[in-house]
């Protein structure tokens, strides 16, 4: 079994990006929303930001609380990270750029901090 597998299923891990950094190449202000969804799907937010032309913006972890009830003992608490679902990009001149996960190149396990460069004609994804 190769490292990229889940040693449970033998299938391919899942990629989720968890925080992640908004690098902004183009010459203008964009505003970004950025979509965290939950597992359940019962908790999702979509977070947005302006980043000026040549800066970038760090986008922070989210988490998910999730009560259980397990029969005969009391209710228990859990705190599970929010992933990345997609990056929508608003460009001064009124065009969108759009990514949804699964990202390209990143690894089959979960990443934290991983970047997004934003230029003119797309949103390309890599290693920090």
Known sequence: MSLDTSAVSGHLAQRNVFSATIVNKTSHQIHCFVEYHTKSGSDNEVADFDVAANDEYKCEEKVHSMSTHNTGQSPQSHIFPKVIH???????DGSTL???????????KDVR????????????????
């Open 86 to 92: 997609s990056i929508k990009v608003c460009k001064a």
């Open 113 to 128: 901090n991983w970047k997004f460069v934003v230029e003119n004609n797309q949103i390309r994804s890599e290693k920090n």
């Open 98 to 108: 759009t990514a949804k996960a699964p990202f390209d190149n990143v690894p089959h």
